[in-house]
């Protein structure tokens, strides 16, 4: 039995072991095997974490920008150099494919590369930032942006290279420094991407990475007054507990969804088909962004339903090592939760079409027909791969279902009248409406929003960097 890899936390710009002797074990999701253990962190540790950032981020801030912008540009060069070895770990540690692994490292460099000229494009002169004159008295203002200090960064296990780096790297630009707390199920992964970050020569402090469950340390770490600003991107019962206690604290939260597809009478039904095939089921539905519903109008519904069910069929179902479209889901809890959803779908009635197979983990990619809106499957984010299919009469009932989800994250509509898609999606609740496209996060730098259980602000590379600066009056009197 080859020995199983201990991973430390990073503090002061070490890598460390937590004096509390206590390590968490991570188990791969599809072999069942543990691949790695990581510290379980006291919350004595977090304090010296926090505070250690506080001389070290004024500093930071201070330093010359083209200097920040160097170290993060050396950093994207460095996670490109190291990227099979954190794809390999991304892969075992939360079930994704070889090439998507890969992919999401390298999407990863892109995102730091382009955050930075984000940044400097406008940043880059003493004078920059909006000017106000001050009419017929002799004053002119101008308003710069500066950190707010020390940013909190909780990430997710789904993508727990692009979406840590996506708060770290618009954090570091701007002059903050970071709290690194990722989900235990991918802490793995962000010890290796903060195992590039060390090799850069980024200044001691101004980076910590702390691991433990969050039950542990969660709410601690996240009341913490050492702490000035939230990002979190995670489940909404987590979110809307978060938010409860951020009195005059700034907190982006980035949460779940139900994004609806609602096809139209006259869609191209080809393309549809194409569009809601990959933004179901790819990583096994395990994406905020994943289409988790189809409302469909009757007319075409008979011919959409038939032409799913040929696709849903032939989707490949394995091991990430074989780059499968459908793979095990991330742990136990997650696929028993979605059997469930299956199994009450199929007792309330609904059309099974293809699916309703399980091994361990691996819930094979399962589709239903004539789902109504008693069901839990109507209204319920599985984030696994199965897709209700639900029947409407008009356009006005698909956006009456779409708006009654507690979530609005996104929403798709597929129409031949561009007039009639606008018209819709201007009536449906939620941060963002793809037209004859599958929902999805990107391209990086637009902004991504959710509104209800959804979320709260806005990301995206220019709206991250505003929600982690603050503005600052400067008025020169002529």
Not at 10 to 33: H, M, Q, R, W
Not at 320 to 338: C, T
Not at 398 to 426: C, D, P, T
Request: some cysteine; glycine content about 8%.
């Amino acid at each position: 039995m080859s020995e199983i890899n201990t991973y430390k936390y990073y503090v002061g710009g070490k890598f460390a072991e937590s004096n509390s002797g206590n390590l968490i074990d991570i188990e791969c999701p599809y072999e069942k095997t543990v691949i790695g253990r990581v510290q379980a962190i006291s919350k004595e540790e977090a304090d010296v974490a926090i505070a250690a950032t506080k001389s070290a981020q004024k500093e930071w801030a201070e330093l010359d920008l083209f200097k920040r912008a160097d170290l993060l540009n050396k950093w994207a060069d460095q996670l490109e150099i190291d990227a099979h070895d954190i794809a390999e770990i991304i892969m075992k540690e939360v079930g994704k494919t070889w090439n998507d692994a890969v992919k999401e490292v390298t999407r990863t460099a892109e995102f730091i590369r382009y955050t930075v000229q984000e940044y400097i494009h406008t940043n880059d002169s003493a004078m920059s930032g909006e000017n106000y004159p001050g009419g017929s008295k002799n004053k002119i203002a101008i308003i710069k942006r500066i950190p707010l200090g020390t940013v909190l960064a909780i990430s997710p296990f789904n993508y727990p290279v692009n979406l840590s780096v996506a708060k770290l790297a618009p954090a570091l630009i701007s002059g903050n420094a970071v709290v690194f707390k990722p989900a235990t199920q991918g802490a793995i992964s962000a010890v290796k991407i903060i195992e590039s970050f060390d090799k850069v020569g980024f200044p001691a402090n101004v980076l910590q990475l702390i691991t433990g469950k969050g039950s542990d340390i969660g709410d601690y770490v996240s009341e913490h007054e050492g702490i000035d600003m939230i990002s979190f991107t995670g489940g909404a019962t987590t979110g809307r507990h978060l938010s409860s206690f951020s009195t005059m604290k700034p907190m982006v939260l980035e949460l779940g969804g139900k994004d609806p597809a609602i096809v139209c009478e006259d869609a191209d039904i080809d393309q549809a088909v194409t569009e809601i095939m990959s933004g179901a089921y790819s990583y096994s539905g395990q994406r905020c962004t994943a289409i988790k519903r189809v409302l469909v109008n009757e007319a075409v519904a008979d011919e959409l339903a038939a032409k799913l069910k040929v696709e849903v069929e032939a989707l490949s179902v394995g091991m990430p090592i074989d780059n499968p479209v459908i793979v095990p889901l991330i742990n136990k809890g997650s696929a028993d939760y979605v059997d469930g959803l299956i199994t009450d779908t199929i007792k309330d009635g609904a059309t099974l079409l293809v699916g309703n197979k399980r091994e361990d983990n691996l819930i094979y990619p399962t589709l239903f027909d004539h789902v109504t809106t008693d069901m839990r499957l109507a209204w319920e984010e599985p984030f696994g791969p199965v897709l209700p299919i639900i029947r409407v009469k008009s356009d006005e009932e698909a956006i009456k279902i779409a708006n009654q989800s507690e979530y609005g994250l996104q929403a798709s509509v597929f129409s031949r009248n561009f007039s009639r898609a606008v018209a819709i999606a201007g009536k449906i609740e939620a941060g963002s409406v793809q037209i004859n496209g599958r929902t999805e996060r990107g391209p990086d730098h637009f902004p991504f929003l959710g509104v209800k259980n959804s979320g709260m602000g806005v990301h995206g590379i220019s709206k991250t960097i505003d929600a982690m600066t603050r503005e600052k009056l400067l008025i020169i009197n002529l």
